[in-house]
Structures are given as C-alpha cells and as structure tokens.
C-alpha cells in the first residue's frame, strides 16, 4: 500500500478561529483539539480521512508566542501552501470573498482549476477542482 498524507501541522495565531473559517469554506469538522507540544493547543480540523492540525504555541514564548510569517517559498523548509480540493470552486471562491479574503492566480490547466489566497496569519491556501 502507497502512504498518503495524514495531516500536516502549521502554527496560527487563534486555532479557534482557524478552524471556524475552514469549516465555513470546506465542510469540515473539528476531529480534536486539546494540550499539545511546548505547553501549547491544538486542534485538529479536517475529514474523517486526514486533517490540518492547527498549533498555537504558549504565551510565553516571544510576547504573544509567535514570529510574523516569513516568505515561505525562499525559507528553507517553508511550508508554502495548503491545497484543498473542493467539488464547487466557484462556490467556494464566493465564501473565500464573503471571508474578507482575497483570491487570485487563479488558473485552468490540467488536471484543474485553481484560485489560492492567504488567510488571517499569512497561510496561503491553493483551491482547486477537478470536476
């Protein structure tokens, strides 16, 4: 059996509020949440199959716990985008924009159509459908 991807790990600001706008935009639902690492919090959002883990570090590391983004595509080891794919792009799109988000380098190549966009801490996200 081929691995597949779990989860991926990615640290934000408020998990709470991280979690709430991916259910709003991917139907998802939260699997977990509770202590983690470093005396920090976690939670778990996603399917039943795999999930992003939503980390926020304790207060007191750095005043509120956290360093500003960086440009993930020239740090090594950067986590660059998260993709999701969705039935509805163009639905999506919409709740992105309702959001107060902005979408853009939006393209239609296969195997799909794409729009990406940042959310709240600088987390930029790719869209994509394949329908």
């Not at 509805?88 to 992105?96: R, S, Y």
């Not at 959001?99 to 790719?126: K, L, M, Q, T």
Request: glycine share 10%; aromatic share 12%; charged share 25%.
């Amino acid at each position: 059996m081929p691995g597949r991807l779990e989860h991926v790990n990615v640290t934000v600001s408020d998990p709470h509020a991280t979690a709430r706008l991916m259910q709003r935009l991917f139907g998802w639902h939260i699997r977990w949440e509770g202590p983690a690492k470093h005396e920090g919090y976690t939670i778990h959002v996603g399917s039943e199959d795999d999930y992003v883990a939503l980390y926020r570090a304790p207060a007191a590391y750095e005043g509120d716990g956290q360093r500003p983004p960086g440009d993930s595509y020239a740090t090594r080891g950067g986590l660059n985008h998260i993709a999701v794919v969705v039935d509805d792009l163009d639905a999506v799109e919409a709740k992105v924009k309702t959001e107060g988000f902005a979408p853009e380098s939006h393209a239609d190549y296969e195997p799909g159509r794409r729009f990406y966009f940042r959310d709240a801490d600088g987390i930029e996200f790719e869209v994509v459908s394949y329908g």
